[in-house]
Nanobody, 118 residues
Framework: QVQLEESGGGLVQAGGSLRLSCVSS????????MAWYRQAPGKQRESVAL??????TYLDSVKGRFTASRDRIKNTAYLQMDSLRPEDTGVYYC?????????????WGQGTQVTVSS
């Protein structure tokens, strides 16, 4: 059974930094894509950064402030968040998705809370 576990969230003042990590276990194959999503209170979940084999795409509002990376061999992902703003507050989720053979997979972590105070 594949599991994703996020860590690194917390409370930080505006302008501060946090680094999120996503560790996976139970996978016997390398993930096609890994991504970071977030969900603010009362809002829909949104994609923050999507890391594919070719490129990394970011939500417009985090460009230049967040940097996503991954270790393809270990199936881990990271999100370096700098110059944090109160509007970055939310629960951040790690996602792994793709296809192996005829099987489509889409795994989610439990999320880690990020709170940015003004």
């Amino acid at each position: 059974q594949v599991q994703l576990e996020e860590s690194g969230g917390g409370l930080v003042q505006a302008g501060g930094s946090l680094r999120l990590s996503c560790v996976s276990s139970g996978s016997k194959f390398r993930f096609d894509t890994m991504a970071w999503y977030r969900q603010a209170p009362g809002k829909q979940r949104e994609s923050v950064a999507l890391i594919s084999s070719r490129q990394t795409t970011y939500l417009d509002s985090v460009k230049g402030r967040f940097t996503a990376s991954r270790d393809r061999i270990k199936n881990t992902a990271y999100l370096q968040m700098d110059s944090l703003r109160p509007e970055d507050t939310g629960v951040y989720y790690c996602n792994a998705a793709g296809k192996v053979g005829r099987y489509d997979y889409d795994y989610w972590g439990q999320g880690t809370q990020v709170t940015v105070s003004s």
